[in-house]
C-alpha cells in the first residue's frame, strides 16, 4: 500500500523548488494533494488540485480556505514551505523586502496551520511540518530578517503543538540545510560553499534528507513526537 493511500496533504510553495519535490513525493505515495502557489500550476497529475494564492495576503488564505472547505472534507497533512528571501545588509535593508519575509515566511504558515487545524480537529489526526533552515543556527550576514522568521516558524509550531496536541495534531519543522534550487541561485555561491564546507557532513542536502524526515514527521507512528526541530547536516 503506498505510505498516503487515503491522506490529503496541502503543500504551501508547491510550485518549484523544495516544495515542488513534497508535493511530488506525497501524489508518489498515494495522496491527494492541494497545492497553494503565487503561480500558476506546474504540476499535472489526477490527484493534484492547485489554488493560486498570494501567502503574503492574509485575506487570501483565509478565502483559499474557503473554497476548501467547499470541496474536501479532510486535511491530514501540511506542510508550510513557500518562503521569500533577501540576503542584504541591515542597515540597507528595503523596509517592504523585510516585511514580505515575515509575512510569507511567518505570518502565512500561522494562518494556514490555524485554518487546517480546523479540518484535523473533526478528524482528531494531523501532522504540521514547517521548511525551517540552518540559517536559525548559523545566522549568517545578511540574513538577519529571514533567520528570524525561520527561528519564530519553530517557535510557533512548539507553542501550536501544545494547543493541536489534544486534537491529536503534531507540529514539527525541519531546518533544511543549502539544496539546489531557485533561492539559492539568489545568494554568492562562494559564501554558500563556504558555509557548507563547515558542516559535519559538508554537503548539500538531497530531496532523499528532506524526504525522509517529512515522512518521519508525517508518519502515524509519530504521534508522539511533536514541538521538534530538526536540522540535516550536523546544524545544531
Not at 480546523?118 to 511540518?129: A, C, D, L, P, T
Request: proline fraction near 4%; charge should be neutral.
Amino acid at each position: 500500500m503506498d505510505l498516503y493511500s487515503g491522506k490529503t496533504a496541502l503543500v504551501t510553495g508547491a510550485t518549484r523548488g523544495v516544495g515542488r519535490i513534497i508535493a511530488e513525493h506525497f501524489l508518489s505515495e498515494g495522496a491527494s494533494v492541494i497545492g497553494f502557489a503565487r503561480g500558476e500550476p506546474s504540476l499535472t497529475a489526477a490527484a493534484y488540485h492547485h489554488v493560486q494564492v498570494d501567502l503574503a495576503d492574509p485575506m487570501a488564505i483565509q478565502k483559499a480556505f474557503l473554497g476548501l472547505h467547499k470541496q474536501i472534507t479532510r486535511l491530514d497533512i501540511v506542510v508550510n514551505n513557500a518562503a521569500v528571501l533577501t540576503s542584504q545588509y541591515a542597515m540597507i535593508m528595503p523596509p517592504a523586502a523585510a516585511q514580505a519575509m515575515v509575512n510569507v515566511n511567518l505570518l502565512a504558515p500561522f494562518i494556514v496551520s490555524r485554518e487546517a487545524a480546523k479540518f484535523m480537529r473533526k478528524s482528531k489526526w494531523g501532522r504540521i511540518i514547517n521548511i525551517g533552515s540552518m540559517a536559525v543556527s548559523l545566522e549568517p550576514i545578511g540574513d538577519s530578517v529571514y533567520a528570524a522568521t525561520k527561528a519564530g516558524l519553530s517557535t510557533l509550531a512548539n507553542v501550536m503543538a501544545k494547543e493541536f496536541g489534544p486534537m491529536n495534531v503534531t507540529c514539527n519543522t525541519l531546518g533544511i540545510t543549502a539544496i539546489e534550487s531557485d533561492m539559492l541561485s539568489q545568494l554568492p555561491r562562494d559564501k554558500i560553499d563556504a558555509i557548507i564546507a563547515g558542516l559535519p557532513v559538508p554537503r548539500f542536502a538531497t530531496a532523499a534528507d528532506i524526504l525522509n524526515v517529512v515522512d518521519f514527521f508525517a508518519a502515524e507512528a509519530s504521534s508522539y513526537v511533536t514541538a521538534q526541530t530538526v536540522f540535516l547536516g550536523g546544524v545544531n
